[in-house]
């Protein structure tokens, strides 16, 4: 049995996550693809959408926020306790489904700040009452309404109950009302659906993260959705069986635990050759968010990211993010956004080749066309 070689799950995890290419036309249409796509930052999230379209049909940083404003896409912490941007028709079925376990993970910070029972249920009537009739509130609006009915909203209390309202279905994402983030009713914006049977839910999450992220483990999956492994794996066959073998084990290792969506792979070994040799080129630069699935889709240690000589597990180290190069991690960078101009700022592990240099370049004019801002780079000297 041999395992599955790192540069190869690279290849096959760019192409299916459409960081190589890909057909759909809008932000709405990765969304509803990746079922939930982490979303923990607000504005690097959006290029991360963004990123992946091409540039005929790439939205700027305005776009794609006005698709979440018009609840085209919705943010709302899901499945594990982090944002994730969603369709607003996968919404409710989502939340029904994980929200009884974020609320266990939840529950030494709600007990601290006295979120529970009565007390809880008063919370989220005053929060109910306070976005009633298409009012979308800031989170000073609401923490304001909140002390009107006794709480204290000081010291991370005013997060947990807004976690907890959206938890409940109370609360999910509004327009923004200048730079502010919103809240909106959950029912104005998530049409109403019938409840599923969890197998079923379960089953539809496990089809639909490997539509946009196969090949990956029952360990990937169980991180990535929050679930244990025994629902995971529970999943994953009632997957296989719902799409008529679709969903599939893969590779000849069963120790990886690996599993995929045959269409997508058919998809990327029916790539013509040239493509192939564009979407697999070691020095192709990325330029993506710290939480982009392509890092966040995946178990520690994601030894696919690691380049050659480092062993310890690449994770999100927000405001810096991922600088990639053929799929490898090889330094960090940051957009300093500000009004009428934008800084990319980067630290890189090592020096750049002239192909990396000149892939880079054209990522970053294609943040300063997302931006709409003049961007310079700033680039910091490479410790030898």
Do not use: N
Not at 134 to 139: I, K
Not at 210 to 227: M, N, V, Y
Not at 322 to 341: D, H, I, T, Y
Not at 373 to 380: G, S
């Amino acid at each position: 049995m041999t395992s599955t070689p790192l540069a190869e799950l690279r290849s096959r995890r760019l192409f299916a996550l459409g960081l190589r290419g890909t057909d759909a036309t809008s932000p709405v249409e990765l969304v509803r693809r990746g079922v939930a796509v982490q979303a923990q930052e607000y504005l690097p999230a959006q290029w991360g959408l963004a990123q992946r379209l091409v540039p005929e049909v790439r939205p700027t940083a305005g776009g794609t926020a006005a698709l979440l404003d018009g609840g085209e896409i919705l943010r709302t912490h899901v499945l594990r306790p982090t944002w994730h941007v969603v369709d607003p028709a996968d919404a409710r079925w989502l939340l029904e489904l994980s929200a009884e376990r974020v609320h266990r993970l939840m529950a030494a910070y709600d007990r601290r700040h006295g979120i529970e029972g009565a007390r809880a249920a008063s919370a989220l009537d005053t929060m109910a009452e306070a976005v009633a009739g298409g009012r979308h509130r800031t989170r000073a609006e609401l923490a304001e309404a909140l002390q009107a009915d006794g709480w204290m909203t000081t010291g991370g209390a005013i997060g947990f109950l807004l976690m907890h309202a959206e938890l409940e279905r109370v609360l999910i994402s509004g327009a923004s009302s200048g730079k502010q983030r919103t809240y909106a009713a959950f029912d104005e914006r998530v049409p109403p659906s019938p409840p599923r049977p969890r197998d079923e839910a379960l089953a539809e999450l496990a089809e639909r993260y490997l539509l946009t992220r196969s090949p990956a483990s029952t360990r990937d999956l169980s991180a990535w959705s929050g679930f244990g492994l025994r629902d995971v794996r529970a999943a994953l066959l009632a997957a296989a069986e719902r799409t008529g073998g679709r969903i599939e084990r893969f590779g000849d290792d069963p120790a990886e635990e690996l599993w995929h969506d045959a269409s997508v792979s058919a998809a990327w070994r029916a790539r013509g050759a040239a493509r192939a040799t564009a979407d697999d080129d070691p020095e192709r630069v990325d330029l993506l968010q710290a939480y982009d699935e392509f890092i966040m889709g995946y178990a520690a240690p994601r030894a696919y990211l690691q380049p050659p000589g480092r062993t310890d597990s690449i994770a999100p180290e927000f405001p810096l993010h991922a600088l990639m190069a053929g799929g490898v991690m090889f330094g960090r960078w940051a957009p300093l956004v500000k009004e009428r101009s934008a800084v990319v700022r980067l630290e890189p592990w090592r020096r750049m080749s002239r192909a990396e240099h000149a892939s880079f370049e054209a990522g970053a004019a294609e943040i300063e066309r997302f931006l709409g801002v003049p961007v310079t780079v700033d680039v910091a000297a490479v410790v030898e």
